[in-house]
Nanobody, 115 residues
Framework: QVQLVESGGGLVQAGGSLRLSCAAS????????MGWYRQAPGKQREWVAD???????NYQRSVKGRFTISSDNAKNTVYLQMNSLKPEDTAAYYC?????????WGQGTQVIVSS
């Protein structure tokens, strides 16, 4: 069973940047898809971005141009570079992996953007 551990969250001022990391306990090469969701207080969890096995990336419209998802297969890690952060980006961010049709989730890392 794959374990995903997120890190990199924290408190940042609006306009600032953070880089989230998601370290997998096993090779990510065989994962069909990996990415990030987020959940703000009182709201449903929403998809943010993902990256396919082949390296194709997809972004939610509200983060496109500000966030960049990438992966390092040698480190079994997926990253989310977040620039130009806005208060509405405040949420718990969760890493996920689709491993041969089976979903796995990390425990989340908190991002707080102050205005």
């Amino acid at each position: 069973q794959v374990q995903l551990v997120e890190s990199g969250g924290g408190l940042v001022q609006a306009g600032g940047s953070l880089r989230l990391s998601c370290a997998a306990s096993e090779s990510i090469v065989s994962n069909r898809l990996m990415g990030w969701y987020r959940q703000a207080p009182g709201k449903q969890r929403e998809w943010v971005a993902d990256i396919t096995h082949g390296g194709s990336t997809n972004y939610q419209r509200s983060v496109k141009g500000r966030f960049t998802i990438s992966s390092d297969n040698a480190k079994n890690t997926v990253y989310l570079q977040m620039n130009s952060l806005k208060p509405e980006d405040t949420a718990a961010y969760y890493c996920f992996a689709d491993r041969q049709g089976v979903p796995y989730w990390g425990q989340g890392t908190q991002v707080i953007v102050s205005s």
